[in-house]
């Protein structure tokens, strides 16, 4: 099990000086590299035959997005709802499997990024916008055929609204966050959420800089393993599909898990 104190909220620094993006001039012949290379901090690796020199992880080729892609069914031509594209690798994978991806960012820079990486690799289907997702679920009349919410729902201050957001917005959803399964672990709080009571962990942010992946807001709050799931079914969704992993961040491995959660539609 993990320590009792791998939850215990961090001080937060302050912000580190990003480089003014729009001065000066490229000298350099035109490239891709060019403009990968006027965006600081990149944290994922472009498909290996682009040649590109970016970040590290692999993820436009990311094993949870096509086993949620396998639970779902073909794409083609459905609407998918991407939280949080960072980089815009899942949205890559997304709509080259066919669907029509609104991707909605709310960090500047990895917004720019999404817009340079739909530049290099070139996918139409998919459209960017910048701002808040919660605003941007509870706001919409839309209804998606899929949401994906990878690596945002332990970002959340209230994650609970958050799941209640996507819920009314789609049939289906995939979710991949870090959890709690430690039941020895004291909760920071409980909240009621459809009759029942649901723990929340207090997690504050460490250092921050441009390469920084977190959320809009220092000390979200993680979910119980138990609670993520039981909320889904109070939901509504009837199919759930859980994948277990883990992650390794700063000397602590971290229990994650992939989500696929699927109702049936409403009549009529």
């Not at 692999?58 to 709802?81: C, H, K, N, Q």
């Not at 049939?171 to 009571?197: H, M, N």
């Not at 207090?202 to 959320?215: K, P």
Request: proline fraction near 6%; glycine fraction near 8%; aromatic fraction near 12%.
């Amino acid at each position: 099990m993990i320590g009792r104190n791998w939850f215990r909220p961090r001080p937060r620094s302050e912000e580190a000086p990003v480089t003014d993006l729009f001065s000066g001039d490229e000298t350099r012949a035109p490239s891709f590299q060019n403009a990968v290379d006027a965006i600081p901090g990149w944290s994922c690796h472009f498909p290996v035959e682009y040649g590109l020199s970016a970040g590290k992880l692999p993820t436009f080729d990311d094993p949870r997005i096509t086993w949620a892609m396998e639970r779902f069914g073909d794409l083609s031509g459905r609407t998918v709802l991407e939280l949080g594209p960072l980089e815009a690798s899942h949205t890559y994978m997304l709509a080259k499997a066919g669907a029509h991806v609104d991707a909605v960012e709310a960090n500047r820079l990895a917004f720019l990024k999404c817009l340079v990486a739909r530049e290099i690799l070139d996918f139409p289907n998919a459209r960017f916008y910048l701002g808040d997702f919660v605003q941007w679920l509870e706001q919409t009349e839309t209804r998606y055929d899929l949401i994906v919410a990878s690596g945002v729902l332990y970002h959340m201050r209230d994650p609970l609204r958050l799941l209640r957001a996507m819920s009314e917005r789609a049939d289906a959803i995939y979710l991949w966050t870090v959890i709690v399964d430690d039941d020895r672990l004291a909760p920071s709080a409980t909240q009621r959420f459809e009759g029942l009571d649901m723990r929340l962990y207090a997690r504050g942010y460490g250092d921050r800089s441009v390469a920084f992946c977190g959320g809009s807001m220092d000390f979200p709050n993680w979910m119980h393993r138990n609670d993520v799931l039981a909320a889904l079914r109070a939901l509504g969704y009837e199919e759930i599909t859980v994948l277990d992993d883990i992650i390794g961040t700063a000397g602590n491995t971290l229990p994650t898990f992939s989500v696929f959660a699927r109702r049936r539609p409403a009549e009529g």
